[in-house]
């Protein structure tokens, strides 16, 4: 390896060094507390939090056996170089390329089901029962692995003599099977398959949760205004409050209403029965946290993976036989793609799990005081219902 190559540069050696400590350690250690919540906390073992635990045990496999290997072989011992042997080679190649395209599989599944569940809450449980769980995520694990079992054929051990050092590299080669090139072929359709239709999928799916969520909120004031006027609200409330047998009534006739116009067909909660105002006020909330949830969902796969993609179609179709320059700014960019889809691994439990306010709330009361914020929480569930009872009473709007 050249000495003058901006890998040895003391600066980029030390940053690229602090990045994968920080990528592998993130990686572990969120991905390691999610799967402790969700094995110690029966609240949180709803069907997309199954798909999570799913995605986290893709994304720990991905801190076992990918970021240190990675680190080791660009920036520790030099660029290209493997100390581990040709067994560790062939499966860190093939765990390499396995393991993300599990995650972008599993991403699909969560947008289905939460598409599902936005149209028809009612029938998910039943749409999602646990053969389907199941069978859906082995169905994924099981596709990823085969589609890239040709990896582990072109993978490739190699060692070199230079002058009186002896060193291992660890790379892929190119293979011809019946006049295609193996490594062209499944890289190509890796990335259609696990990169490019995934991104499609999750951008439409979200964007129709946005719309579905954005016209919902904005006429069903108007719905439930049809439905009971206010005025009655009002004067039933000055006679002696409205019912909540009543309440429940114009909720289910709103439901049924909004069923009617193919918009959104939500569940009578709680919280719906203590306000006229409800409705607005939950799907804004609902359409904030969807929103935000899947900004976060399509900018991290699509930012974080994309760099590792390109860069590797681009080392797969060049000619090989063209010489690489370890002293040019590609020598930088690969150790960085790899980050930037490493980091994705390590980003995934704050998306998934620290956006969910069920999930923040278990990891509260899993290391700090459980029972004293349950406590907390039904003693402010009172008092809130306690204040909202008033309200109508007095005929307070």
């Keep these: 390896m050249q000495s003058d190559s901006p890998l040895n540069h003391p600066v980029v050696h030390f940053l690229l060094c602090v990045s994968y400590l920080f990528v592998f350690l993130a990686t572990i250690i969120g991905n390691l507390l999610i799967l402790f919540v969700f094995v110690s906390k029966k609240k949180v073992r709803s069907v997309p939090n199954f798909f999570l635990a799913n995605l986290t045990v893709a994304d720990l496999f991905v801190g076992i056996f990918c970021v240190l290997q990675n680190a080791v072989n660009f920036v520790l011992q030099g660029h290209g ?3 581990f042997g040709k067994a560790l080679c062939y499966s860190y190649i093939y765990v390499l390329h396995f393991i993300p395209n599990v995650s972008a599989g599993i991403l699909v599944l969560v947008s289905v089901e939460r598409l599902i569940a936005v149209l028809r809450p009612l029938r998910v449980r039943r749409a999602f029962n646990s053969k389907v769980l199941i069978t859906s995520s082995a169905i994924v694990w099981i596709t990823s692995a085969v589609m890239n079992t040709p990896y582990i054929y072109a993978s490739q051990y190699l060692e070199i003599s230079d002058g009186n050092e002896t060193y291992t590299i660890c790379t892929r080669r190119h293979v011809e099977i019946y006049g295609f090139n193996l490594l062209k072929l499944v890289a190509t359709i890796n990335f259609i398959v696990w990169y490019a239709v995934p991104l499609v ?16 909120a904005s006429i069903t004031k108007q719905s439930a205004n049809k439905l009971l006027p206010r005025s009655s609200w009002r004067s039933e409330a000055s006679t002696g409050g409205v019912s909540v047998e009543k309440r429940r009534k114009v909720c289910l006739k709103v439901r049924e209403h909004m069923f009617t116009v193919c918009l959104l067909y939500f569940t009578c909660q709680e919280t719906i029965l203590f306000s006229f105002d409800f409705i607005p006020d939950v799907l804004n909330q609902n359409s904030f946290s969807v929103g935000r949830l899947a900004v976060g969902i399509v900018v991290a796969f699509a930012f974080f993976s994309l760099p590792r993609y390109v860069y590797f179609m681009w080392t797969v179709w060049r000619d090989p036989m063209a010489p690489r320059c370890l002293n040019c700014l590609q020598s930088v960019l690969q150790p960085i793609s790899f980050l930037l889809l490493f980091f994705n691994a390590a ?3 704050f998306l998934y799990a620290f956006l969910s306010t069920r999930f923040r709330q278990s990891i509260k009361e899993t290391f700090h005081m459980g029972k004293v914020r349950e406590s907390h929480v039904e003693f402010s569930s009172r008092i809130r219902r306690k204040v909202v009872n008033s309200e109508l009473e007095t005929g307070y709007s």
């Design 81 to 83: 170089r493997w100390p």
């Design 201 to 216: 999928i999750l951008l439409c799916i979200y964007a129709t949760i946005g719309l579905v969520v954005s016209k919902a």
């Design 347 to 349: 980003v995934d439990p």
